[in-house]
């Protein structure tokens, strides 16, 4: 019997940005925040949104089919809230939101991955270096709006990363850690708070070292972690017995992610510790379509660098001098790549 095609998935597919939108706009326009605890009739969170009435039913209904509301009752008198996970997390007075990278993705990255064909064309990037000549961090770092809501949506999108690293690495056998782009230190202040005996360095550019140290006075842990200025092509990274890197390695090329590797080599002692906090590639590249994507997102945002795998780690820490491995699954798609010295 032959075969019952199906093309379920290939407009699954092709739509989904649709669902991506609808979630994206709602961060946006800050609805989970919102409604909080509370719960709302379509007109009441139409009203406090300052939505027209013909999208409202469409918009929060689409919510509730997509599971990012729950609605008690039916019609004008049901009324939407948030479920336990959108009001976690995407509730800007919880201390767990990470709609930062929504934010971000529906700010800048959804209209330039419009030009994924012309990126595969032309390996360029099509993100602001295409209107104003700058690469990436060059236009972030100018603007100290954007230069926040970067910081924000990178940390917010590596908290439970950065937790389940703490609960998973032998954290106890070292004393001093370096996180390598530190951004808002959340990676130091996480595994510092799980870590009493740790100290700890959170080294990046100089513009980043203001908003990092007001989150480090906040948790009070200034006497703990040190905010270091600096550039890691130019400078050394400060010495320490672990050195972390999240999300880093893969906005660059291959020469400069080697080149990263060697100073993190040179900075650690013998028996010292690599960590690489990524979307590690499968080595079969069948899988973890998650880490794929943020390749093609990395082609788009800076044309040659590229996500890779567990393997391509091992090669490139070997030819540093690295002599042992280990990799751990932290949240989702994203493993804590680990080089020993």
């Given at each position: 019997m032959k075969q019952q095609l199906d093309p379920t998935h290939i407009m699954q597919t092709a739509t989904a940005f649709w669902a991506s939108k609808v979630l994206l706009t709602a961060v946006e326009l800050e609805l989970f925040t919102?409604?909080?605890?509370?719960?709302?009739?379509?007109?009441?969170?139409?009203?406090?949104?300052?939505?027209?009435?013909?999208?409202?039913?469409?918009?929060?209904?689409?919510?509730v089919a997509l599971?990012?509301?729950?609605?008690?009752?039916?019609?004008?008198?049901?009324?939407?809230k948030n479920t336990p996970e959108t009001g976690?997390?995407?509730?800007?007075?919880?201390?767990?939101?990470?709609?930062?990278?929504?934010?971000?993705?529906?700010?800048r990255l959804f209209g330039f991955w419009n030009n994924l064909g012309t990126a595969l064309k032309t390996g360029q990037p099509q993100n602001e270096v295409k209107q104003h000549g700058k690469s990436m961090f060059e236009e972030l770092y100018a603007n100290e709006s954007s230069l926040g809501e970067f910081l924000s949506a990178m940390?917010?999108?590596?908290?439970?990363?950065?937790?389940?690293?703490?609960?998973?690495?032998?954290?106890?056998?070292?004393?001093t850690v370096s996180d390598i782009g530190g951004a808002l230190a959340l990676l130091t202040r996480t595994i510092g708070d799980r870590h009493k005996h740790l100290s700890f360095n959170s080294f990046d550019l100089p513009?980043?070292?203001?908003?990092?140290?007001?989150?480090?006075?906040?948790?009070?842990?200034?006497?703990?972690?040190?905010?270091?200025?600096?550039?890691?092509?130019?400078?050394?990274?400060?010495?320490?017995d672990v050195i972390t890197m999240g999300n880093i390695l893969h906005d660059w090329n291959l020469?400069?992610?080697?080149?990263?590797?060697?100073?993190?080599?040179?900075?650690?002692?013998?028996?010292?510790?690599?960590?690489?906090?990524e979307n590690l590639i499968d080595d079969a590249r069948?899988?973890?379509s998650f880490g794929l994507l943020m390749s093609l997102n990395m082609l788009i945002e800076f044309g040659d660098a590229f996500d890779y795998t567990g393997a391509d780690f091992r090669e490139w820490c070997s030819e540093a001098g690295f002599k042992r491995f280990e990799f751990i699954n932290l949240a989702g798609p994203t493993s804590a790549a680990i080089a020993y010295k």
């Open positions: 919102i409604l909080g605890e509370e719960s709302m009739t379509a007109q009441q969170l139409g009203k406090a949104l300052q939505l027209h009435p013909r999208g409202t039913f469409d918009f929060f209904d689409a919510l599971k990012f509301l729950e609605r008690d009752g039916d019609g004008e008198k049901g009324k939407y976690v997390f995407l509730n800007k007075t919880s201390s767990a939101y990470i709609g930062g990278l929504p934010e971000m993705l529906n700010s940390s917010g999108f590596q908290g439970q990363n950065f937790i389940q690293l703490a609960e998973k690495f032998d954290f106890p056998k070292y004393k513009p980043v070292a203001p908003h990092a140290q007001r989150h480090i006075d906040a948790a009070d842990m200034s006497d703990r972690i040190t905010v270091v200025p600096g550039d890691f092509f130019k400078d050394n990274f400060p010495k320490a020469e400069n992610k080697k080149l990263l590797i060697k100073k993190a080599y040179d900075a650690l002692p013998e028996g010292g510790a690599f960590i690489a906090i069948r899988e973890n």
